[in-house]
């Protein structure tokens, strides 16, 4: 299949890209061929507008069509087969065997939807009237949910397909009826454009008005600030750094009508383990560590990023373990240049701090291969050193040494909020896990008694989100089929016949 390099508006392919960018080659880190077009403001106008005329039809089809076309969309995805997988991985330089895992999960999420929609679209509440109340007689009232209407999302940089075009904000928002403005990544831009083919293709298949779906590339921020801030644009999926998420925020914030805004902008991760687990398993739990941490280069959001336990003899062991196991990994490639440049000036940062101390560094490689690392500081220098408190992303790790369960307490009041926290213990640590684990759930979106945080189960139980800044809104998951409600919100109907009321809320 051939990149046009343009956007995807309500069905029409557009965009002068004489004029346009390209991605780079992660592996070998030179520009790709394809150029891509910046949206201009006249085609993100046109986009919204179409959605907008869409949203009326799309979000009152019937349920079975909805999630026909949310399978279908899979089935599309799926039919691009390895054009799909090796442009993916010539523009993340991630290998192919996690490109095809995600592109299972994404089409696994797009089905968790569908099912959803066919089983129940929302949890309905029914309080039926009763005439013969006093002093006043009750009327008959039912919860139902109606959509938001049209939902920008942006494309993350990590998950080219899992959390991007087709990814778990755009099918949780098309479930609920919502159409899309995706706003592609401009590290996996070709990728952007694959699976928006994909989706042109199921909207044709089943019947969908065009406008349900649009497509802009660019890395003008023009682009961003147009769609957040436009007045038909109804809510916000956004996955990416702190610093641009909060200049979003701050759009919405200032706008006649705030929206909704569910972004995902960092995590540490804190991995807390305690004494027994350290005397037991010491060189085993390093060993995973690292090796959860080295996953793609350190890139996930639940990548483990900080390690705190409380100081005693088996403590040398664990480090010597982490450190070897650090300092044989091989440096890997980062999705984008700017990414890896990021990393790298952080990683020097640390190294200059009073009070850390760099551990191991893993092995030396070309020049935007980016190396993993592990540092150690005492709670005073932590709780000193805010910038000790932040995400860097990749693959580096801090340890904190604590002196006792009381700087546990006060290391875990430091903590912002995260997306996962993980708690490493055996049954001798019980006692004291039980106060560590009801201070750490206040910190977290999901917490984990021993297993690593990496990778995330997409059910209906997952929570993925948590206090600022992992998320915006910590009420909120966009994983798991509880990412529906983002898109949705309550209505009350009173005293209505079925005629007027929607299929699920029928007497």
Not at 297 to 323: L, R, V
Not at 453 to 460: L, R, S
Request: charged share 20%; net charge negative; hydrophobic share 45%.
């Amino acid at each position: 299949m051939t990149i046009t390099g343009q956007n995807l508006i309500a069905g029409e392919w557009s965009g002068n890209t004489s004029q346009g960018f390209s991605a780079t080659h992660a592996i070998n880190n030179e520009p790709m061929k394809a150029t891509f077009a910046d949206a201009t403001p006249a085609e993100i106008e046109q986009a919204i507008m179409r959605a907008k005329q869409a949203f009326n039809n799309y979000h009152q089809l019937p349920v079975k069509i909805r999630a026909k076309f949310l399978r279908n969309i899979g089935e599309e995805i799926l039919a691009l087969g390895d054009e799909l997988i090796n442009m993916a991985c010539a523009e993340t330089g991630l290998p192919a065997l996690r490109i095809q895992g995600e592109r299972g999960r994404t089409i696994g999420q797009l089905g968790l939807f569908a099912d959803l929609l066919e089983t129940s679209e929302y949890h309905v509440v029914i309080d039926e009237a009763d005439a013969d109340r006093q002093p006043l007689p009750k009327p008959d009232t039912r919860l139902g949910y109606l959509p938001l209407g049209v939902v920008g999302v942006f494309a993350a940089s990590n998950f080219p397909l899992a959390f991007s075009t087709a990814g778990g904000d755009t099918a949780s928002a098309l479930a609920a009826g919502c159409p899309v403005i995706m706003k592609a990544h401009a590290a996996h831009p070709g990728t952007a454009e694959l699976v928006a083919r994909a989706i042109e293709k199921a909207i044709k298949n089943c019947d969908i008005d065009a406008g349900v779906f649009s497509l802009l590339q660019g890395k003008n921020y023009a682009i961003s600030s147009q769609i957040v801030t436009h007045p038909d644009i109804k809510a916000v999926g956004f996955t990416g750094s702190e610093r641009v998420g909060m200049i979003l925020q701050k759009q919405i914030n200032e706008r006649a009508e705030p929206i909704p805004f569910y972004g995902e902008l960092g995590s540490v991760n804190p991995q807390l383990i305690m004494a027994g687990k350290l005397a037991t398993n010491a060189t085993d739990i390093a060993n995973t560590l690292v090796a959860s941490l080295m996953m793609g280069q350190g890139q996930f959001c639940t990548s483990p990023g900080i390690w705190a336990y409380i100081e005693d003899t088996n403590a040398g062991d664990f480090e010597s373990a982490a450190s070897a196991a650090i300092a044989d990994t091989q440096a890997g490639v980062m999705l984008t240049p700017a990414i890896a440049a990021t990393y790298k000036r952080a990683v020097e940062h640390w190294q200059s701090i009073s009070g850390v101390e760099l551990l191991a560094m893993g092995q030396a490689g070309v020049e935007h291969f980016a190396q993993a690392a592990l540092f150690a500081t005492d709670f005073a220098t932590f709780k000193a050193t805010p910038i000790l408190h932040e995400e860097v992303f990749g693959s580096c790790a801090l340890i904190v040494r604590l002196k006792n369960l009381d700087e546990m307490v006060d290391f875990i009041d430091l903590l912002k909020g995260n997306l996962t926290a993980s708690i490493h213990a055996v049954e001798s640590d019980l006692e004291e896990s039980k106060q560590v684990a009801s201070l750490i759930a206040h910190k977290v979106g999901r917490l984990i008694y021993n297993q690593m945080p990496t990778g995330v189960e997409v059910c209906a139980s997952m929570n993925h989100g948590g206090p600022f800044p992992a998320s915006t809104d910590l009420r909120s998951t966009s994983v798991g089929s509880e990412a529906i409600r983002r898109f949705q919100r309550p209505i009350c109907y009173q005293n209505m016949p079925n005629d007027l009321l929607p299929a699920p809320l029928w007497r």
